[in-house]
């Protein structure tokens, strides 16, 4: 079996280096959100087949070449990875756009070429790292290793399949595990690719496997699996918390990238010519459907109307439509039950009594995009920061500005939520700058920007937002395990 590029495509599991179909044969199909055409069925895998997977990772990491190959060979083949990523990023690109929603214009432009420097950021990290020597005088010798720790499951969501899958694929592979990956199941048409890139990048049979399936049933069965050391997540942390449980009666390590709910504070003297079209793409890029999204909005009162005049001009300037389509600036919403999910909140912010300020609608489309999850950009006022439209992950095109009058009461309303993922403040003045910066408690902090990435910085949250960081040397710490050598010398 392999990835047929049909109308329908049929993608198998991809385990110990070939597509394979389900043991049981048994299917689910996948939907394009734009649309409601069915574009794809995917092999469900059955507990045999994660147990298969789990074992042919498990052999590739104990018997195969892969832990023990040189650092320059391992390197080689997983730049050349990187390579085939950049040369197929249309294709990628399409795929998202096909079963994401996502549109393509902005993904083959930044978020394919960000996927392959994921893989060639960490082949580059590892060949440059050393460790450490710790003399003790003349009659010991100290010095360190950093292993592989085995075979690492890699659970990713929907919003952001391909980079996300790779973010955590470049250090795992980089540092010499091997990995069994669970894509999310509305989602898995570019991930499917990996198999086949690791394949021509010549990566050794069983070092990449990939199952399909629901969280519940496969995405279970591969984070207790007996074989798998560490889990590495990103998802909602409803989901985090079932697998730390799950993992606890095997000891899996785990590192967690979960939901935001991110203030984006903007005070009287920020540039607003910058503020405003930055606020807007941490408001509404892929619909919303971001975990760094700027969700709630702190505006200070004495500019209060001027931002939402502009803000929400901006916002009614977006182009929402088909995300195949050149300049489209917002594609539909994932899925039927994400966005029966997301217009719940309208009710809830009416009972609330947060005001309207434009959207709360699906918008008005073409024919062939009747059937498609679309909405409005949709904008609320509430000084409530205790409400529910304040408080919980909406993860769809609805923010709420919340005014303020100091800057300890945007401090005290920036805190005021379980999550802790990022924060964003816009201010010309420096020290308020540090000082908002310092007191919100979250993992990153964008001062007069948004979503700026530095692949050496660690990323990762604060309270329900995350369990560990990745990046740089924090990927490189989780992936492997230190070793000390103690050598007598006399
Ligand atoms: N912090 C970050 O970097 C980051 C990035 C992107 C998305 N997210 C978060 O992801 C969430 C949206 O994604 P989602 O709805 O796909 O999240 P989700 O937790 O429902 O699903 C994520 C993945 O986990 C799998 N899964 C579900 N239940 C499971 C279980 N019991 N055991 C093992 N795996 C299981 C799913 O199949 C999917 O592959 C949001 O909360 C968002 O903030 C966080
Ligand atoms: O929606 C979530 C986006 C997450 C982004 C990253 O994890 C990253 O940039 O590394």
């Given at each position: 079996m392999s990835n047929v590029k049909t109308d329908i495509r049929e993608i198998g599991l991809y385990i110990n280096g070939k597509y394979v179909p389900a043991h049981d044969e048994g299917t689910f199909d996948v939907?394009?959100?734009?649309?409601?055409?069915?574009?794809?069925?995917?092999?469900?895998?059955?507990?045999?087949?994660?147990?298969?997977?789990?074992?042919?990772?498990?052999?590739?990491?104990?018997?195969?070449?892969?832990?023990?190959?040189?650092?320059?060979?391992?390197?080689?083949?997983?730049?050349?990875?990187?390579?085939?990523?950049?040369?197929r990023k249309e294709e990628i690109a399409r795929y998202d756009a096909m079963d994401v929603g996502k549109p393509y214009e902005s993904t083959v432009a930044h978020e394919i070429g960000r996927a392959a420097n994921n893989i060639r950021f960490f082949a580059d990290f590892v060949e440059k790292q050393g460790g450490e020597t710790y003399p003790m005088g003349e009659e010991y010798l100290n010095y360190t290793r950093y292993e592989p720790v085995g075979v690492a499951t890699i659970i990713t969501p929907w919003n952001v399949p391909f980079m996300l899958t790779t973010w955590k694929l470049g250090p795992c592979l980089a540092a010499g595990n091997t990995a069994v990956i669970k894509p999310a199941e509305n989602t898995?048409?570019?991930?499917?690719?990996?198999?086949?890139?690791?394949?021509?990048?010549?990566?050794?049979?069983?070092?990449?496997?990939?199952?399909q399936g629901q969280g519940s049933t496969v995405g279970t069965a591969v984070t207790t699996h007996p074989e798998v050391d560490l889990v590495s997540f990103t998802g909602s942390t409803a989901t985090g918390k079932k697998i730390l449980k799950g993992g606890a009666d095997t000891l899996k390590k785990v590192s967690f990238e979960l939901g935001g709910k991110a203030a984006n504070i903007i005070f009287e003297d920020a540039d607003l010519d910058k503020a405003v079209p930055s606020s807007i793409r941490a408001a509404f890029m892929n619909s919303g459907q971001v975990c760094l999204?700027?969700?709630?909005?702190?505006?200070?009162?004495?500019?209060?109307?001027?931002?939402?005049?502009?803000?929400?001009?901006?916002?009614?300037?977006?182009?929402?439509?088909?995300?195949q389509e050149k300049g489209t600036d917002m594609g539909p919403l994932v899925s039927k039950e994400h966005y029966n999910k997301v217009t719940s909140y309208f009710d809830i912010a009416e009972e609330e009594g947060a005001t309207l300020i434009c959207g709360g609608k699906r918008p008005d489309l073409p024919d062939h995009l009747a059937n498609g999850y679309y909405l409005e950009p949709t904008l609320y006022i509430h000084d409530d920061s205790k409400s529910r439209i304040c408080q919980e992950e909406i993860f769809g095109p609805v923010v709420t500005l919340i005014p303020f009058d100091t800057e300890e009461?945007?401090?005290?309303?920036?805190?005021?939520?379980?999550?802790?993922?990022?924060?964003?403040?816009?201010?010309?003045?420096?020290?308020?700058?540090?000082?908002?910066?310092?007191?919100?408690?979250?993992?990153?902090?964008?001062?007069?920007?948004?979503?700026?990435?530095?692949?050496?910085?660690?990323?990762?949250?604060?309270?329900k937002s995350g369990i560990g960081r990745e990046g740089g040397e924090?990927?490189?710490e989780f992936f492997t395990e230190a070793k000390n050598i103690c050598i007598a010398l006399q």
């Open positions: 939907t394009n959100p734009a649309t409601q055409e069915h574009i794809a069925r995917v092999s469900e895998a059955t507990e045999e087949d994660v147990d298969y997977a789990c074992q042919a990772a498990r052999e590739a990491f104990e018997n195969g070449p892969w832990r023990t190959m040189s650092v320059q060979e391992r390197t080689e083949k997983l730049r050349k990875m990187a390579d085939i990523i950049i040369e898995p048409l570019s991930v499917s690719l990996l198999g086949e890139i690791a394949k021509e990048a010549g990566i050794p049979d069983g070092v990449v496997n990939i199952v999204a700027g969700s709630r909005i702190l505006v200070q009162r004495s500019i209060f109307d001027k931002f939402l005049e502009k803000f929400k001009n901006a916002a009614m300037d977006l182009k929402v439509g088909d995300p009461e945007a401090l005290q309303i920036a805190n005021d939520t379980d999550y802790g993922l990022n924060g964003v403040v816009w201010t010309e003045n420096l020290q308020r700058a540090h000082r908002i910066s310092h007191n919100v408690r979250a993992g990153t902090i964008w001062v007069n920007c948004w979503f700026v990435r530095d692949l050496r910085a660690p990323f990762g949250g604060f309270k924090h990927s490189m």
